[in-house]
């Protein structure tokens, strides 16, 4: 037994652990912020992102690459965070769900979309699904209903049947046609 | 919390409804959305005290062995260990986890033996989750294998018991007889037997079960958040578990739950062993969240695994005479605390048919696999998909259109409300009438050029193998389950014949409204939510019968302790139990506010006041007050009148109907929402897949209290059917070994397997719900797989084709093509 009390896994320096975990120094941009941070090797990006920089909007659901809710931006392209180490990012630019709202608080027409066409209920998938559609609208700004099908096939929800997120899809894309959104600033 | 402050239960009296513009029955914009979409809504995974540690457990590699020893010393002796706990550890200071039957001995982690592949042996705490799983991997088990039990219709002849004090792999069974079942069967013109197999499929939430446990040492008490479904129901299983009364084992659940459909009923274990686990570290809270593997090979959440013989009895012209059905579940390892969706069946055990002779006869079969639990539709849709093959075989060996035959036996509109043999009530509906409009829809839309079943596309098609089909038919989702009768199994042999009508007890639905000094409204549920839009639905109900804005309306969530013992949700209980509790407790208020006035300020009668857009007015002097005046008034008084709470009784307590039902606890559910189902289906004969091109579904569930959620029920639950019907599966190898522990295996609906939904609607209020809405939560889960198994039946007409397994994958269906082609 050990009594000790426990710091963080990802801060070596301050770590009370009696066994050394290496580490390794990351420099990574998060929603536009600038994060430095000592982790472990084998963190998971999703870990690193929802533990340590307290983006917790990063959904977790399988851990192994299939059902999509932890899919963030990495340099403007879709990534699913459990399948990346928190290592393999340093550089590089992340946007998860929580950086898509305005500084005013207004939801990203993506947001706001989905909102509209009931395109979430337990909305434990729903982060995956917005990110996924931003990566989707920057590449394909007038997608048809099987460009959206491809693109949104890596994500999987469990309560909506998917027929309002191609909805929310439909309404975003023409939204964002109107508002002139800036688009893949990544 | 609400909890300590005294609540008044003053009778409702007259008032004036609220005359501003209705909220109920429109598509309101759901108040959950915006912190699920901008991240900020809290789930159990996101729950983390400062000085929280994490749980792991070291689970059983082997489906059916004796463990011969438990070396932990390594896990122990490692730096980041903080705590180990053991099955050994759990007997000398806790009890067993209560089961479905009670001769069963569930011990929350493995003693003496291991029944499945998955069962928790040890538990380990570390500072994170990385570091636990390092620990999981230093624990070393000893086993001594033993031959597995796989095959549920073997088990029951099996010499192999995996429950040797139980002595039966059969612990549960009943034969059940109504009406004249024997003569029905001799003299019908024909009997047809057939074999029918659903296969394990579950509802795979994307959010896995998750605690953290808080052991408080000063109160000797638990704060136990988590997300397990009907906390104010089942945190017996905790308590009783822990061995601590109701009161000091708090269950709490976040307003924000990643799905359940049923399968979080049974987390129990998992909320026990952190408890378990702050206990030993002297209070530290205790985090644990099931990974997904975790999830799919041992976690508690499997669900009907049937293999059915169904017998029918009927007419040459047609008329179905009687129906028989045995089925064996395989109920894995041990039978969970759900035993009873064995019995749902019996609710709906006719479907929408006219038929007066049934026996029903189950048998719960336990084997080396993880147990059941609850799933949407509970047990019913396997029930419905064997009746529903047996009529289309019925057609084909009549030589009918199968929805000719169907519509003979329909029950009529002037047959309702309509007493199944069972003692269910159907309450509302004309299904002739849904199932011609539906076949009237397809045939206008479709069949016709340009349309699927475009004769000329549909010939053009089967020359590349190719085979396209509809079937039309139509299916009872039973609604709003009574609570009385789900103990059925756990009844004493002969007590059921001695019980009277008043000896039935029935959970109500428990709600709380309080005024704030502000004005605005706070209204607690005591049920808990996995994205069913329960805060937008009360939400809508108290703006209306409040006569306030729905942004006047705050919802929150009871505890386990502060909530009074009910149900739920669960069984589509909430649009009628929810909805009956709010305009209760809101018409409560709002005769309280009245007599506050009168007390406090009018100094008038109370049948001088009336209650009129978000305040009271005296109709004498013409005097008003605001809510946040009323809420001032009332802020000094001892018995606060307004802070109200009242319990719905579920409807079936005013309804002498099914007091035949309830006394002999057999399922009683008031409600029958109903659907008439056309999904157009192209299956290739080469390849056997089937894709649905569109699926045309007429939806009735009464009066819909927010469409725009009905609907998003409507196409989840229709997706799960899909699901189901083509492609999810648990399946077991012949060594008892989970063959779906990933999501690889267990093939979700993806939008690439998902066709177009096109929704039609008619709407039969309930007569016996205060709103006329009908439960309506399980639907497409129910009706779903059965409509498509008969969709493709109708393709592959000429190969007199019945499918006869659920899931019908493609190697099922190139299978059976072949063994029709074989003249079996």
């Known amino acids: 037994m050990n009594d000790s009390s426990y710091v963080g896994y990802m801060s070596s320096e301050s770590s009370s652990h009696s066994l050394d975990r290496p580490t390794r120094t990351v420099t990574l941009s998060v929603n536009g912020e600038t994060v430095e941070a000592e982790v472990e090797p084998r963190l998971k990006l999703s870990d690193f992102l929802r533990e340590e920089c307290g983006n917790r909007g990063v959904r977790v659901g399988c851990e192994h690459g299939v059902c999509g809710a932890c899919t963030v931006l990495v340099d403007g392209r879709a990534t699913k965070s459990c399948l990346t180490y928190a290592v393999q990012v340093d550089g590089a630019s992340v946007t998860t769900v929580e950086g898509l709202a305005g500084d005013d608080g207004d939801l990203h027409p993506i947001q706001e979309s989905f909102h509209q066409e009931h395109a979430l209920q337990c909305g434990f998938c729903t982060s995956g699904f917005v990110m996924a559609t931003k990566e989707l609208l920057d590449r394909e700004p007038d997608p048809d209903r099987e460009t959206i099908e491809e693109g949104l096939a890596d994500n999987i929800c469990r309560c909506t049947g998917y027929q309002n997120i191609y909805d929310a899809v439909e309404r975003a894309a023409a939204e964002l046609a109107d508002a002139d959104y800036p688009r893949g600033e990544d | ?824």
């Open chain 2, 1 to 824: 919390m609400s909890g300590a402050e005294p609540h008044s239960e003053a009778a409702p009296g007259e008032d004036v409804e609220a005359d501003q513009e209705s909220f109920v029955g429109t598509g309101l914009e759901r108040v959950e959305d915006r912190r699920i979409l901008t991240g900020e809504a809290e789930y159990i995974h996101d729950k983390a005290p400062e000085d929280a540690v994490h749980m792991a457990l070291a689970r059983s590699v082997h489906p059916h062995a004796t463990i011969e020893n438990v070396d932990t010393s390594a896990a122990e002796d490692h730096p980041d260990c903080l705590a180990v706990v053991t099955g050994e550890d759990l007997q000398a200071d806790y009890n067993p986890m209560p089961c479905g039957l009670n001769e069963f001995e569930e011990w929350s982690l493995a003693v003496d033996k291991v029944r499945y592949v998955g069962e928790p042996v040890v538990a380990v705490v570390a500072p994170d989750r990385y570091a636990a799983e390092d620990l999981v991997d230093l624990v070393s088990i000893d086993y001594e294998q033993h031959e597995p039990v796989v095959d549920a219709l073997e088990a029951r002849e099996d010499e192999t018991v995996i429950h040797e004090d139980v002595g039966t792999n059969v612990p549960d069974g009943e034969t059940m007889e109504f009406g004249e079942v024997d003569e029905a069967f001799d003299e019908a013109d024909n009997v047809l037997e057939r074999e029918y197999s659903w296969g394990r499929i579950s509802g795979v939430p994307l959010e896995t079960a998750g605690v953290v446990a808080e052991y408080d040492t000063d109160d000797d008490a638990f704060d136990v958040d988590c997300n397990i479904q009907l906390h104010t129901l089942v945190d017996d299983t905790v308590y009783e578990t822990l061995g601590y009364p109701p009161e000091k084992v708090n269950l709490e659940v976040p307003p924000d739950v990643g799905g359940s459909f049923g399968t979080k009923i049974a987390i129990h274990r998992y909320c026990v062993l952190a408890a378990v686990a702050s206990q030993q570290l002297d209070g530290r809270p205790v985090k644990f969240v099931e990974d997904r593997i975790e999830n799919l090979q041992g976690g508690d959440m499997h669900s009907s695994d049937r293999e059915y013989r169904v017998r029918l009895a009927y007419d040459d012209d047609g008329t179905i005479r009687g129906v028989d059905t045995w089925f064996v579940d395989d109920f894995g390892a041990f039978p969970r605390y759900p035993v009873n969706q064995a019995l749902k069946p019996l609710s709906v055990v006719t479907n929408a048919y006219d038929v007066e002779h049934v026996r029903y006869d189950y048998e719960l079969v336990m084997t080396n696999k993880t147990s059941q639990t609850a799933y949407r539709g509970f047990g019913v849709p396997a029930h419905l998909h064997a009746l529903e093959m047996a009529v289309d075989e019925m057609a084909h060996d009549l030589g009918a259109d199968p929805v000719d035959v169907r519509q003979a036996n329909l029950v009529q509109p002037d047959q309702m409300p309509h007493k199944i043999p069972t003692g269910n009530v159907y309450d509302s509906g004309d299904f002739p009438e849904a199932l011609d409009r539906i076949q009237n829809i397809v045939e206008e839309r479709e069949v016709c050029e340009g349309g699927l079943l475009d004769p000329e596309v549909v010939e053009a098609k089967r020359e590349d193998g190719k085979y396209r089909g509809v079937s039309y038919t139509i299916h009872i989702e039973p609604g709003v389950s009574g609570s009385d009768w789900t103990d059925r199994q756990r009844t004493e042999d002969g007590a059921l014949e001695e019980r009277e009508r008043e000896d039935v007890e029935e959970l109500p639905e428990h709600f709380r409204i309080e005024l704030q000094e502000d004005g605005s409204v706070q209204a607690y549920l005591a049920t808990d939510t996995s994205g069913q839009g329960h805060q937008t639905l009360v939400t809508q109900l108290l703006a209306d019968q409040l006569g306030v804005l729905p942004s006047d309306v705050e919802v929150g969530y009871l505890d386990s302790v502060t909530a009074p013992t009910e149900y739920g949700t669960a069984a589509s209980r909430m649009a009628v139990m929810l909805s009956g509790a709010t305009e209760g407790a809101a018409e409560t208020l709002r005769h309280n506010c009245r007599q506050l006035a009168a007390e406090e300020a009018f100094g008038s009668a109370l049948d001088d006041i009336v209650y009129r857009d978000g305040g009271v007015e005296c109709q004498q002097s013409g005097e008003r007050l605001e809510l946040h005046e009323l809420a001032e008034l009332d802020s000094g008084r001892g018995q606060r009148l307004t802070r109200v709470q009242y319990d719905y009784d579920h409807p079936t307590t005013e309804l002498p109907e099914f007091d035949e039902a309830l006394t002999q606890k057999y399922p009683v559910y008031p409600t029958a929402a109903f659907a008439a189902n056309a999904p157009i289906v192209e299956v290739d004969t080469k390849t056997g897949e089937v894709e649905i091109l569109t699926f045309y579904s007429l939806r009735d569930c009464g009066t819909r209290l927010n469409p725009t959620i009905v609907d998003g029920q409507a196409h989840g639950g229709l997706a799960q059917g899909v699901g189901a019907a083509l492609m999810e599966e648990f399946q077991y190898d012949d060594e008892g070994q989970p063959q779906a522990i990933t999501m690889f295996e267990y093939l979700l609906p993806s939008t690439k397997n998902m066709p177009d939904i096109e929704l039609e609607h008619s709407e039969t209020p309930s007569p016996f719900t205060a709103t006329g809405a009908k439960g309506t939560g399980e639907g497409g889960m129910i009706d779903g797989p059965v409509a498509i198994a008969s969709s493709i039946n109708a393709a592959l007409r000429e190969y007199d084709f019945v499918t006869n397994q659920i899931p019908m994958t493609p190697h099922r269906i190139r299978q059976r093509l072949r063994e029709t082609d074989e003249g079996e």
